[in-house]
C-alpha cells in the first residue's frame, strides 16, 4: 500500500489529455440560455438612467436584469463594498456608481450568445463623469473619494514598531536606501470565466462554475440573493487554472441571480455564459502593484541592525483580498532576517484601476523584491559575499521575528540557503562562504551574463486571525473486509494536482490501495467547507482532515458498524491579527522555505533578458507526490519568469491598453528558462499531515530579486523596477 511519497498518475491526467475532462464552458445542457454582461466600460462615474426597452424588445431576449433586480445589492470576500450590479434602484448607497471599466452594469440573458451580445449593446445608459484617480499616492490626498460612505481613499494601514529604528541606524557602518516599484500582472488562466446555472431537482440555485471555494462561492450568491445557504449549491468541474483570480466574484453572482429570477416568472432553463479573453482581462482582479521605499542599516560585521519600510498599494476600485496581501507583504517585506529594530507602515489605497486581490504568492512576492534587492545592495556596499551576509542574519527556530513572536518550530532557512549554496559553487571557510569562482560568467559576445541569488519563505495557509478550517468526510463500504472508501472534499483542483494527492492520503490513511479510494469532489451539497485553494494551504489542511475522518471512520468500521461514515472538521492552531500600534500577532501557523539562483543573459544591444538556468531548493516537509511537487516548483518559475522579464499590464486613466495576449505578452515555450533544477528538501513540518508543508508559492518569491541580481552581476545596473523589457534595459543600461 503506501502511497504517500510516491509519483502516481494524476488522476485527471486521462481525461484532460483526451478531453474528456469537461470545464465549466464546456458543458452544455437541454433548452439552455446564453447571457451577456454590459460592463460599464467607465473609470468613475455616477449612473443617472438605465434604459433597457430596446434590447428587452429585441427578438430572441428573455430578460434583461438591472441592480433594480439584486435584492441585497453589494458583495465582497474581505469587507461587502461593491455592486453587484450598478445602475439607479438599488437600496445600497452609492451603487449607482461605476468605479472602474469591468463594473457589471446589466445582464442580457437571450436564447443565443450572438443575440444576447447584440441586444447588449442597444441598452442605453446615462453617465455622468466624474474624475479619475489612478495613482494611490494621489488618492492617500482624498480630494476626491472614491467610496463616499467609506470617508477614506485608505482602507487599510498596518504598523509595525519593534526596538528604536533611528537611534539602530546611528549604529550602522552602512545604509542602503531605495525605492521600488512592482507591476500590475494578470492571471492569464488557461479558460476565462465560464459557467452554467440551472436551479436543481430539490430546487436550489445551482452554479456551475470555476472557482477556488466552492462555499465561499456559496455563501456570496446566497447573499446578494438573500437566500439561505441551503438553498444555493456550487458545483466545480475541470478548471483552467487560477492562480488566486478566482477568488473573488465574476460570474457566479450573476449565474445565480439570473436563473432565480427567471424561475420567478415561471421559466426553468439553464443560463450560461463565456467570457471572452478581453472580458477577463478587465473583468477580474490582477497582482497588486506596490510602491516601497526602503531603507536598511547593517554592521561592518554584517549584522542588519534596522530597517525603515513604506508601503503604498494600489488596491483599485474595491477592496477584495487587498488588506491580506498587504498584510503578508508587511510581514515578508523585512525577509526572512533577525533585524531587531523594525519600523513598517503599510497602506492600501482605493483607485479607479481594476481591483486587485490574490496572486500566487500573496504579497510575498513584492515584500521579497524589495528585501532580496536590500540585502544583495548591502551585500555588495559591504564587500561581503550575498550568502555569507544572509547566514550571519537567517531566521532559526526561537528568532522573534519582526512582528514580536517565533515562527513555528521546524525552520529550515538555512538549510535549502545552504543545499543551494552548496550545489552552485560556494564553498565554506572560516572566513565564511565564498563562491569559488567569482560572481561573473564568461560574456558571449554583446551578451553579458551574470549570477544571482535571494530567498524567502512563505504562509502555509491563512493568516493574521482570518478563520481557518477544513472538512472531509470519510465513507468505507464493504462487509468482511474493505471494498471501497468515498472521500467527500470540497476542495478544489485548478491544476496543481490537490485531487490525485487527496486520493493518495485516503489511501494511506485508510490503509487500502489506492484503486478502492473513490472521490466525491467540489460540490457544496455533498461536503463541508474545505477553504480556500489557496495560500499553499490544501495539501497541509485537507491531509489533517482526511487523517482525521480516516481514525474516525475506522474506528466505527472495527466495532462493527458498516457501511460507515465519519466527518473530521480540522482546526490548526489559532492565529492573530497585527495589534493597531506595534504589530505584534502570531502570524501563521507554519511556512515553507525556499532559496533560488539564477543565472541569466543580457544582450547589451538589444536589452533582451534570457533567463538560462535557475536552481530552486525547497524545504515541502514531505512530498506526497514528487512529481507534483516538481511541478509546481517549475509552474512557479515560468510564471515568474513572465512577471518578472515581460508580462507589461498597461493602464491609463482606467482604461486597460494590453487586453489580449497579442498586446499583454506571457510566456511562450521560447521564453521560459532554458534549465530548471527542482531540489526537493524533506524536513517534515510537525504540523503537517506526513510532515508536509505548502510548496505551490513559494518558489515564486525569490525569482525576481535573483533574477535582478543577475541582471546587476552582468551589467553592474540596479533595476529597482520591473518587468525588465528590452526598453527598460536598455534605458538602465544609457543605451537608449
Same mark, same amino acid.
Given at each position: 500500500m503506501g502511497v504517500v511519497g510516491k509519483s502516481v498518475t494524476r488522476v485527471d491526467a486521462r481525461d484532460k489529455v483526451t478531453g474528456k475532462a469537461l470545464y465549466p464552458g464546456d458543458i452544455c445542457m437541454d433548452d439552455q440560455l446564453f447571457m451577456k454582461i454590459l460592463f460599464s466600460s467607465r473609470a468613475h462615474a455616477i449612473i443617472r438612467s438605465i434604459n433597457t426597452t430596446k434590447a428587452e424588445q429585441y427578438p430572441g431576449v428573455i430578460a434583461v436584469f438591472t441592480a433594480k433586480d439584486v435584492p441585497n445589492n453589494v458583495y465582497g470576500l474581505i469587507s461587502p463594498d461593491q455592486p453587484v450590479l450598478c445602475g439607479p434602484g438599488s437600496s445600497r448607497p452609492y451603487a449607482d456608481r461605476v468605479r472602474f471599466i469591468g463594473d457589471q452594469v446589466a445582464l442580457v440573458v437571450a436564447e443565443t450568445e450572438e443575440i444576447a451580445r447584440a441586444a447588449s449593446l442597444l441598452i442605453d445608459v446615462s453617465y455622468e463623469d466624474l474624475p479619475v484617480i489612478t495613482d494611490p499616492v494621489v488618492a492617500m490626498d482624498?480630494?476626491?473619494?472614491?467610496?463616499?460612505?467609506?470617508?477614506?481613499?485608505?482602507?487599510?494601514?498596518?504598523?509595525?514598531?519593534?526596538?528604536?529604528?533611528?537611534?539602530?541606524?546611528?549604529?550602522?557602518?552602512?545604509?542602503?536606501?531605495?525605492?521600488?516599484?512592482?507591476?500590475?500582472?494578470?492571471?492569464?488562466? %488557461?479558460?476565462?470565466?465560464?459557467?452554467?446555472?440551472?436551479?436543481?431537482?430539490?430546487?436550489?440555485?445551482?452554479?456551475?462554475?470555476?472557482?477556488?471555494?466552492?462555499?465561499?462561492?456559496?455563501?456570496?450568491?446566497?447573499?446578494?440573493?438573500?437566500?439561505?445557504?441551503?438553498?444555493?449549491?456550487?458545483?466545480?468541474?475541470?478548471?483552467?487554472?487560477?492562480?488566486?483570480?478566482?477568488?473573488?466574484?465574476?460570474?457566479?453572482?450573476?449565474?445565480?441571480?439570473?436563473?432565480?429570477?427567471?424561475?420567478?416568472?415561471?421559466i426553468l432553463r439553464p443560463i450560461k455564459i463565456v467570457w471572452s479573453r478581453e472580458e477577463s482581462m478587465v473583468g477580474h482582479h490582477k497582482r497588486h502593484p506596490y510602491l516601497l521605499k526602503a531603507r536598511w542599516g547593517a554592521t561592518k560585521e554584517g549584522r542588519l541592525v534596522a530597517a525603515d519600510i513604506e508601503i503604498i498599494t494600489d488596491g483599485g476600485a474595491y477592496i477584495y483580498t487587498s488588506t491580506k496581501v498587504m498584510g503578508n507583504a508587511t510581514l515578508m517585506c523585512t525577509g526572512p532576517y533577525d533585524i531587531p529594530n523594525v519600523k513598517v507602515d503599510s497602506y492600501a489605497v482605493y483607485t479607479n484601476n481594476l481591483p486587485n486581490g490574490a496572486f500566487r504568492g500573496f504579497g510575498g512576492p513584492q515584500g521579497a523584491f524589495e528585501a532580496e534587492s536590500q540585502m544583495n545592495k548591502l551585500a555588495e556596499k559591504l564587500g561581503m559575499d550575498p550568502v555569507e551576509l544572509r547566514m550571519r542574519? %537567517?531566521?532559526?527556530?526561537?528568532?522573534?521575528?519582526s512582528v514580536g513572536t517565533p515562527l513555528p518550530l521546524g525552520v529550515t532557512m538555512d538549510k535549502v540557503l545552504e543545499r543551494c549554496a552548496n550545489d552552485n559553487g560556494w564553498q565554506r571557510s572560516a572566513e565564511g562562504w565564498q563562491r569559488a569562482a567569482g560572481m561573473k560568467l564568461p560574456p558571449n559576445g554583446a551578451i553579458k551574463r551574470g549570477i544571482g541569488l535571494a530567498i524567502s519563505y512563505k504562509n502555509v495557509g491563512f493568516s493574521f486571525g482570518a478563520p481557518e478550517q477544513c472538512t472531509a468526510t470519510i465513507e468505507i463500504k464493504g462487509k468482511g473486509?474493505?471494498?471501497?472508501?468515498? %472521500?467527500?472534499?470540497?476542495?478544489?483542483?485548478?491544476?496543481?494536482?490537490?485531487?490525485?494527492?487527496?486520493?493518495?492520503?485516503?489511501?494511506?490513511?485508510?490503509?487500502?490501495?489506492?484503486?478502492?479510494?473513490?472521490?466525491?469532489?467540489?460540490?457544496?451539497?455533498?461536503?463541508?467547507?474545505?477553504?480556500?485553494?489557496?495560500?499553499?494551504?490544501?495539501?497541509?489542511?485537507?491531509?489533517?482532515?482526511?487523517?482525521?475522518?480516516?481514525?474516525?471512520?475506522?474506528?466505527?468500521?472495527?466495532?462493527?458498524?458498516?457501511?460507515?461514515k465519519a466527518t473530521y472538521v480540522y482546526r490548526p492552531p489559532k492565529t492573530t491579527p497585527y495589534d493597531p500600534e506595534t504589530g505584534k500577532c502570531e502570524p501563521n501557523y507554519a511556512y515553507g522555505y525556499t532559496a533560488e539562483l539564477v543565472e541569466a543573459g543580457v544582450d547589451t544591444e538589444t536589452g533582451i533578458v534570457t533567463v538560462e538556468r535557475v536552481v530552486c531548493v525547497d524545504d515541502v516537509g514531505h512530498a506526497i507526490n514528487p512529481v507534483l511537487v516538481q511541478g509546481q516548483v517549475e509552474g512557479a518559475i515560468v510564471q515568474a519568469c513572465g512577471y518578472g522579464v515581460m508580462e507589461s499590464f498597461i493602464q491609463k486613466d482606467g482604461k486597460v491598453l494590453t487586453p489580449t495576449f497579442s498586446t499583454y505578452l506571457i510566456p511562450t515555450v521560447l521564453d521560459i528558462p532554458e534549465i530548471v533544477e527542482s531540489v526537493i528538501l524533506e524536513y517534515p513540518d510537525p504540523r503537517g499531515p506526513w510532515g508536509a508543508r505548502g510548496v505551490g508559492e513559494m518558489p515564486y518569491l525569490p525569482f525576481v530579486p535573483a533574477l535582478t541580481a543577475a541582471v546587476h552581476s552582468a551589467t553592474g545596473i540596479w533595476f529597482n523596477e520591473f518587468p525588465l523589457t528590452p526598453q527598460r534595459v536598455l534605458e538602465g543600461l544609457g543605451n537608449l
Open positions: 482624498e480630494k476626491v473619494l472614491l467610496h463616499p460612505d467609506r470617508g477614506s481613499n485608505i482602507f487599510g494601514h498596518y504598523r509595525i514598531r519593534k526596538g528604536d529604528v533611528e537611534e539602530a541606524f546611528k549604529s550602522a557602518d552602512v545604509i542602503v536606501e531605495s525605492t521600488y516599484q512592482t507591476p500590475v500582472q494578470e492571471h492569464a488562466f %488557461l479558460q476565462p470565466e465560464a459557467g452554467i446555472s440551472y436551479i436543481d431537482e430539490a430546487g436550489r440555485v445551482t452554479v456551475v462554475v470555476g472557482g477556488q471555494w466552492t462555499h465561499e462561492d456559496q455563501e456570496q450568491i446566497a447573499h446578494s440573493l438573500n437566500l439561505p445557504m441551503d438553498q444555493v449549491r456550487v458545483i466545480y468541474p475541470a478548471i483552467g487554472g487560477a492562480f488566486g483570480g478566482r477568488e473573488d466574484m465574476s460570474v457566479q453572482i450573476v449565474l445565480g441571480l439570473a436563473v432565480w429570477r427567471l424561475q420567478q416568472r415561471g542574519n %537567517l531566521f532559526h527556530d526561537g528568532t522573534i521575528t473486509e474493505i471494498d471501497e472508501v468515498i %472521500l467527500h472534499h470540497a476542495g478544489a483542483e485548478v491544476g496543481q494536482g490537490s485531487h490525485t494527492v487527496f486520493k493518495q492520503m485516503t489511501a494511506d490513511a485508510c490503509g487500502v490501495p489506492i484503486e478502492k479510494v473513490s472521490l466525491d469532489m467540489s460540490d457544496t451539497a455533498t461536503s463541508g467547507s474545505s477553504g480556500s485553494v489557496s495560500a499553499s494551504r490544501m495539501t497541509f489542511m485537507a491531509g489533517n482532515a482526511i487523517r482525521g475522518a480516516a481514525e474516525m471512520a475506522l474506528e466505527k468500521w472495527k466495532s462493527e458498524e458498516r457501511p460507515v
